[in-house]
C-alpha cells in the first residue's frame, strides 16, 4: 500500500546517474526534472528530463551542491520527491532536512539516520551496539604509552597509529612489535602535531591485505529489510574504487548469508528505510569488521542489479512511497557474475583529468552487456565535476565468462578524443592474480601498468 | 522540437550572415555590370568557411539568383542540442510516442526572441525562483517597457524558498523588452529585461 | 573433451549476427573472417572481424550466396570452420556438405539432418514418427468429396483446404460446417487450378487463433539434449515475426515440459547436434502441433539468452568442437522475462522498406536493455538485403516490467535519415491486449495502426 | 590505415569532380583572359577543398551561373571506414589492447599504391582465390612487368575450389604495375595488374 504517490521527481545530480534515475522513473511512469549547471545544459539528463531548470554557475558550490536553488526549482516544478543520487547532496543531513521542511520526500532515509551514519564516531559506537563488529582499537586518544601498551595485548599485532584529527596517510604508522610501540607512537604523535596542529593519535587493528566487501540492503519503513548480497569492492587506487563485482570471488553462501544478516539486524535497529550499504573490511581470516555505511545508491548498484535482477532504484522510489518492501530474503536469488568497470575520462596510468570533447563513442552491444552512460558523441567532458563519463557492466553465467565478456565488451568500446581508463581496465582483466580472484586493497599498489 | 529551436535558431541565425554578407556587397564598390560581381571569390568563400565554422553550425545554405552555397557538418548535433532554457526538454524526434505529455511549453517562443534581440543588454535572473513584475498583487510593477532604469532600480522581485529577491537592473538605460510574463517560474541565468543602454 | 579445436571461424552472413558471432567469438579467443560484399565494405562486421575478404557483387546470390566463393574465402583464410548465421546459407544442406567435403567444420547439425527438416513432407513424417504431435489432416491430395468427408470425420471443423502447390493465401478455403464442404472443395481446387496450374486441394484442421510458440534445443554429438525454454512468436506481420518474448505469457511449467519433453526426444530419434527450433501451433485448448523445424541460430535467440543466462552461439562453436553440452536439464532456469522488437528500416504502417542513410543513431543503454545492431551513425542501409537493423531486447523481473521498459528502451532508442518499425512497436507495446498476454497470430490483422 | 584508404579516395571523387567541373567550363564561350573569371581555377579548387577538410565539413556544395561544386564526405571516416581489401581489419584507435595478433599485413602498403595509380586500367580478381602468375611452378610467368598484353591474352591463374582459373586481360596495353605477389589470397574485385592503355 503506497502511503504517499510520487508522480513527478526532481533528480538533484548529473551525469550517469541522473540518466539512470530518469530510465527508472520512465519505466514507472513518473514525470521527471533535471537541474544543471551552466557546463551541463547539453547534458544528456537534461536531454531526457522532461523538464529542466539551470541552477547555477558551473562550480559545484554554485550549482549541483546549491540547497536553495535546488528546492527553489522543485518548488516552481512543482515535483513530489528528490532523488539525490550519489555524491553531490546524497549524503547531506542538512539537505534532507529541508526537503522534509519543504514537504517535498527526500528519497532516501530519513535526516537524523543520514546524520548518524555521517559521524564516523557515532556510526561506529551505533553500530558496535546493534552487534555489528567492530576494527579492534580505541576509539579515543590515547593519552600515553600504557594505555597504548594495554591496548595492543588486547588487540595484538599488527596495529596501525592514526591521527586523530588526520587523513590522507600522514601521522599513520604501522607497528608490528611491542618494542617498536613507543618510538612509533611519539613520532605519529610529532607528525600529526606538524601536519594537523593536534597530536592525538589512536590504535587500531591493522590489516595487512584486507578485501573491500560491501552487503547491499533494501529495508522499507515497515520494518522489512532484506540484503541482495555483497560486492567485490578491493580494486580500489587511493581509495578510489576502479572496478567491482558481485558476487565476491572469495564469499561463501554462508559467510554471505552471515554478514548479510548481521547487515539486516543493523538496519533494523537504527529504524533505517531506503536502500543502503554497509562497507566492510574482511581479513585473511574471514573475519570482517564494519568501516562505514553508504546511506544512498552507490556507483556500483548495476552489478547487484545484474546478479539479483532488482532494480534498485525503484526500490528506492517505492520505499519512498510508504510501499511495502513486497519481498522476502528468500526471493532473493544470485544468478551468475557481474562485473563493472568504471571508464573515466583519465590517463590509465597517471590517473591526470583528462576533459575535452569525445569525438567518437562507441558503445559496446550483445549479451550480458549493460552501459549506463550520460555521454554521446559530441559530447564535451567539463572540467568541474567527477570524471567518469560510463559504467561498463556485464553479465555472464560464471566469473571467467565474464571477465571474458568484459574484455571483449572493453576492446568495442570507443572513445576518443580524450583519454579513458579503458586501457587500464583491460590489463587488470588481462592480470593472473585478478583472474584467480587473489586480491587486496593492495592489488593497485603492487600493479605494474607495463608489466 | 529541439530540432525546431535549433532550425529556428539556426535560420534566423543564417539570416542574420546573410545579411551581413548582402550589407558587405552594398558597401563594395559597384561594378554590377561585371559578370563575374553576383558570385562569391575565393576569399569570400573562406571568410564565409571560417564564419560558419566558428559558430558551430552543422549545416549552412545560401542561394539567390545567382549562387547557391552550402556547407554541412556530421549531423549528430541535431541530437545533441539539448534544452537551452527552461522549457520542457525537447522530444526526441526519433521517439515519437513519448509518454511524457509536455505541456508547460510557455517559454519557448521567447527563447526564439531572445536570440534576436543582441544589442540588448540582459538583465538575467541571478537565482532560481518566481518571477513578480511589482512587490504585491495590487501594487504597479516595477518598471514598464519604455522606463528608465538606473544601475540601483529594482526591476523586479523573484521569490525562492519564501524569500522575496528585489533585483536590480545594475545597468542605465531604457527597458526595451520584458521576456518573462508575471508569476512565471525562471532559471537561473534566464534573461528577465532587455536593456537599451 | 573437445574432439577437435576451432581457432578461427568465418562467418558466412552480414548484419547484427555476424557481429552477434564475433562477439562470442571474441569471448572464446577465436579468430574470426568476415565475408562481405562489395556494398558492405563499411559493415561493422568487416570492421570487428580480424580479417575480411570481399566475396562478390552486392545481389546476395553473388556474394552472400556465392558457396564456391566462401568456400575459396574459408580457404585462403584459412580457417577451421564456418559459422553459417541464418538466412543465406544457414539452411543449405549443399553448402553444409561442401563444407565437409572440403574439410571445414560447419557449425549446425549434419547436412542430412538439415535436408531431412528442410523438406516439409519429410520432416511431418519423420516429427510424426518420433511422437511429436502434428495437425490432423491429409499430407496427400483430396481426390474428391468422399474422401474429404471421411477425412473431416476424423479430424472435426472447423478445417482448411489448401492448395497444394499453393502459398500466399490462394486457393485456401476455410470450412466450419459440414455442408459447405462440397462447394468450397471445389471452389479451392478450381482457383487452385487457376492460381498454380494445378487443382489439387488438401484439408487440414484449422486452428481459429493459433499462437506460434518454439521451443528452444541444444543437442550434442554424444546423444545428450536439453531444451532452454519456449520463446512466444505470436506476434507476426504476413508470417514475418515482429517481436518475440520467453517466456510465453500463456506456458505453464508443466506445458513446457511437456512440449520440451517432445522437442529432446524428436533431436535424439533424428541424431540432431548444434542448437535448433521447433516451430509448433499452440490451439485454444494448449494442444500443441508441430509445424517445422530451423537447424540454425534464429533471429529471436537473445530472449532465450536473456532468461537462460546460455549463449547460445558458445554453445553452438562448442558443440560443432565435439564437447559434451555440459549441463543437463536441472540446470536450466528461467529468469525473469524478456522481449525482443525487431527495428526494421520500413514504414512503420506500410512496411515499405526504407533503406539510406542513418543520420542519427542513439541506443540506448541502463538495466535490463540488450542491443543487437550492426549500425552506427552514418551508416548506409544498402537495399539489397533483410531490412532489420537492430534487435532491441530487455530482461525484467516480470512481463509487466518487462513491457515497461520496452517502452522506454523504445523511447530512447533514436534513429533519423529513415523510416523505422520503433514507433509501431511503441503501440504494441501500449496496446491493451498485448498487455494482457491476449493474443494469436491474428493479432497483427486486428491491430490498428491509428486506434 | 583505413583512414588513409579513405582520404585517398575522397581525393579521387574531388579531383574527378573537378575535372568535370573544367570540361564544362572549356565548353563555354572563352572568356578566359578576364581577371574576374566567374569559375574557380584549379589552385581555388584545391584550396576550398583544403578548406573544407580544415574545418571539418562533410558535405560542400556550390553552384552559380557558371559552376557547381559539391565535395562531400563520410561523416565519422575515422571510425566506420572498414578494411577495403583482403588485409587484417584495422584495429580501433581507442581501444589499443585488442588480444588479436594482427600478422597478415600482407596487402596494406599496396592499397595505398594503387590508390595513387589512377590513370592505370586495372585488371581485378572476378573470383576470391589463390593468385599465380606462371602455370606451375617451374614455368615462366604469363606477364612481367613491361609485357605488352591484348584482350585475350593471359594474365595470371586464381585458383578457388581447387580449380585453375585462367584471367584474360581484356584491354590492351602495357602491363605497368603488378600488384599482388605469386601465391597470396585474392579478394574480390582486388586489383591484380595496372595496364597503361
Known amino acids: 500500500m503506497k502511503k504517499r504517490e510520487i508522480r513527478k521527481i526532481l533528480i538533484a545530480n548529473r551525469g550517469e546517474i541522473a540518466c539512470r534515475i530518469i530510465w527508472t522513473c520512465k519505466e514507472m511512469g513518473i514525470r521527471t526534472v533535471a537541474v544543471h549547471s551552466e557546463a551541463d545544459k547539453e547534458a544528456l539528463h537534461v536531454r531526457y528530463a522532461d523538464e529542466a531548470v539551470c541552477i547555477g554557475a558551473p562550480p559545484s558550490a554554485q550549482s549541483y551542491l546549491n540547497i536553495p536553488a535546488i528546492i527553489s526549482a522543485a518548488e516552481i516544478t512543482n515535483v513530489d520527491a528528490i532523488h539525490p543520487g550519489y555524491g553531490f547532496l546524497a549524503e547531506s543531513q542538512t539537505f534532507a532536512q529541508v526537503c522534509e521542511d519543504c514537504n517535498i520526500i527526500f528519497i532516501g532515509p530519513k535526516p537524523n539516520v543520514i546524520g548518524m551514519m555521517g559521524d564516523k564516531v557515532e556510526a561506529r559506537r551505533t553500530m558496535q551496539a546493534a552487534g555489528v563488529p567492530i576494527l579492534p582499537g580505541s576509539p579515543d586518544p590515547i593519552e600515553d604509552i600504557d594505555v597504548a601498551l594495554k591496548l595492543v595485548k588486547e588487540i595484538g599485532f599488527p596495529v596501525i597509529i592514526k591521527a586523530a584529527a588526520g587523513g590522507g596517510g600522514r601521522g599513520m604508522r604501522i607497528v608490528r612489535q611491542e618494542e617498536d610501540l613507543a618510538a612509533q607512537l611519539e613520532m605519529a604523535s610529532t607528525e600529526a602535531l606538524a601536519a594537523f596542529k593536534n597530536g592525538s593519535v589512536y590504535i587500531e587493528r591493522y590489516i595487512e591485505r584486507p578485501r573491500h566487501i560491501e552487503i547491499q540492503v533494501l529495508a522499507d519503513e515497515h520494518g522489512n529489510c532484506i540484503h541482495l548480497g555483497e560486492r567485490e569492492c578491493s580494486i580500489q587506487r587511493r581509495h578510489q574504487k576502479l572496478l567491482e563485482e558481485a558476487p565476491s570471488p572469495v564469499i561463501t553462501p554462508e559467510q554471505r548469508e552471515k554478514m548479510g544478516a548481521v547487515a539486516v539486524k543493523a538496519c533494523k535497529e537504527i529504524g533505517y528505510s531506503s536502500a543502503g550499504t554497509f562497507e566492510f573490511l574482511l581479513d585473511e581470516d574471514g573475519s570482517f569488521y564494519f568501516m562505514e555505511m553508504n546511506t544512498r545508491i552507490q556507483v556500483e548498484h548495476p552489478v547487484t542489479e545484474m546478479v539479483t535482477l532488482a532494480d534498485i532504484v525503484r526500490n528506492q522510489i517505492r520505499i519512498a512511497e510508504g510501499e511495502d518492501l513486497g519481498y522476502a530474503q528468500e526471493d532473493v536469488q544470485i544468478v551468475g557474475h557481474s562485473i563493472e568497470c568504471r571508464i573515466n575520462a583519465e590517463d590509465p596510468v597517471k590517473f591526470t583529468p583528462s576533459p575535452g570533447k569525445i569525438t567518437v563513442f562507441n558503445i559496446p552491444g550483445g549479451p550480458g552487456v549493460r552501459v549506463d552512460t550520460a555521454v554521446y558523441p559530441g559530447y564535451v567532458v567539463p572540467p568541474f565535476y567527477d570524471s567518469m563519463i560510463a559504467k561498463l557492466i556485464v553479465h555472464a553465467r560464471t566469473r571467467e565468462l565474464a571477465i571474458a565478456r568484459m574484455k571483449r565488451a572493453l576492446e568495442m568500446m570507443v572513445v576518443e578524443g580524450i583519454k579513458t581508463t579503458i586501457p587500464l581496465h583491460l590489463k587488470i582483466m588481462n592480470d593472473e592474480k585478478f583472474q584467480k580472484g587473489d586480491f587486496s586493497t593492495k592489488f593497485m599498489e603492487e600493479f605494474s601498468y607495463n608489466g | ?197
Chains 1, 3 share one sequence.
Open chain 2, 1 to 197: 522540437m529541439s530540432d525546431n529551436i535549433g532550425s529556428a535558431k539556426a535560420k534566423e541565425e543564417t539570416k542574420e550572415q546573410t545579411r551581413g554578407g548582402r550589407g558587405k556587397k552594398r558597401s563594395a564598390p559597384k561594378k554590377t555590370s561585371q559578370p563575374s560581381e553576383p558570385s562569391l571569390n575565393m576569399a569570400e568563400l573562406r571568410e564565409l568557411a571560417n564564419l560558419v565554422d566558428e559558430h558551430g553550425f552543422t549545416d549552412f545554405e545560401f542561394e539567390n539568383a545567382n549562387i547557391r552555397v552550402r556547407l554541412s557538418k556530421n549531423p549528430a548535433p541535431q541530437f545533441i542540442q539539448a534544452a537551452q532554457s527552461y522549457a520542457p526538454a525537447p522530444s526526441i524526434s526519433g521517439a515519437p510516442q513519448a509518454t511524457q505529455t509536455r505541456t508547460e511549453t510557455k517559454t519557448e517562443t521567447t527563447i526564439a526572441e531572445i536570440a534576436t534581440d543582441e544589442d540588448l543588454y540582459k538583465i538575467t535572473s541571478p537565482i532560481v525562483g518566481t518571477f513578480y513584475r511589482s512587490p504585491s498583487p495590487d501594487k504597479e510593477p516595477y518598471v514598464k517597457e519604455g522606463s528608465n532604469v538606473s544601475p540601483d532600480t529594482i526591476v523586479c522581485i523573484v521569490e525562492a524558498m519564501k524569500l522575496m529577491n528585489e533585483i536590480e537592473a545594475e545597468v542605465s538605460g531604457e527597458v526595451v523588452k520584458i521576456y518573462v510574463e508575471n508569476g512565471q517560474p525562471v532559471e537561473y541565468g534566464q534573461p528577465l529585461f532587455g536593456i537599451r543602454k
